[in-house]
C-alpha cells in the first residue's frame, strides 16, 4: 500500500505544480488533471515512484540522484505520453514547439525540470511522506483504492470513446451532450 501512498500523494502535487504552472506562464487558472473526479496527474506518481525506485542506490551523491531521477523520470514521461497516445486516443501534453524534443513527447527543459523535482522529492518531501504515511487508517486507503480505480476506468473510457483530453472535463462533457442530444 505504500506505493499507492506514493503514487496518490505525489500525483497530486503534480496535479498542483501543473495548476500553478498554466497559471504563471499563461495567465489562466486551468486544472490539469487527467481523471475524471480526482485531482491526480499520474505522469507524477509513476515518475516520482520511479524517481524513488531508481535512486535507492545513489542518494549519497546528490548530482548524479538528480540527474537519474530526471532521466529516469522523462522515460516515464514518454512512456506514459506513448500509452496515452496510441492506446487511448489524446494527447495529453504536446512539446512539438519546445526545442529539443522527442516526438513532442518530451523534450530537454522539462527534463531539466525534472532533474530539479528530483531533488526536492528524494532529499526534501519524501522524506516527510515516509514518515507520516503509516498514520493513514487502512479502510480509508481501500475505499481511496476502490474510488480511484473506478475513476481511473471512466476515464479510460472516456478518453477512448471520444480521443479528447477534454473528455476528463465535466463541463466539456456536459457541453458535448447537449450538442449531440440538441
Not at 542506490?57 to 514518454?78: C, F, S
Not at 494527447?91 to 526545442?99: A, E, K, Q, R
Not at 479502510?139 to 483504492?145: D, E, G, I, R, V
Request: glycine residues 8%; aromatic residues 18%; charged residues 10%.
Amino acid at each position: 500500500m505504500a506505493y499507492f501512498i506514493y503514487f496518490v500523494v505525489y500525483s497530486f502535487i503534480g496535479f498542483i505544480l501543473e495548476t500553478l504552472y498554466t497559471l504563471v506562464t499563461k495567465g489562466i487558472f486551468i486544472w490539469k488533471k487527467c481523471f475524471l473526479f480526482n485531482l491526480l496527474c499520474p505522469v507524477y506518481g509513476f515518475g516520482s515512484i520511479a524517481i524513488l525506485w531508481s535512486t535507492k542506490g545513489i542518494r549519497e551523491h546528490k548530482i548524479i540522484t538528480m540527474i537519474v531521477g530526471g532521466l529516469v523520470a522523462t522515460l516515464v514521461e514518454y512512456i506514459l505520453h506513448y500509452i496515452y497516445q496510441e492506446w487511448l486516443g489524446v494527447m495529453i501534453w504536446d512539446y512539438s514547439d519546445v526545442s529539443y524534443n522527442i516526438n513532442g513527447r518530451i523534450c530537454l527543459t522539462f527534463t531539466f525540470f525534472w532533474c530539479i523535482l528530483s531533488g526536492i522529492l528524494v532529499y526534501f518531501i519524501h522524506p516527510i511522506i515516509e514518515k507520516n504515511m503509516t498514520s493513514i487508517p487502512k479502510s480509508l486507503l481501500l475505499a481511496m483504492l476502490f474510488f480511484i480505480g473506478i475513476d481511473a476506468i471512466i476515464s479510460i473510457v472516456l478518453y477512448k470513446r471520444y480521443g479528447n483530453k477534454n473528455a476528463v472535463n465535466i463541463n466539456w462533457l456536459l457541453s458535448n451532450l447537449r450538442h449531440k442530444l440538441g
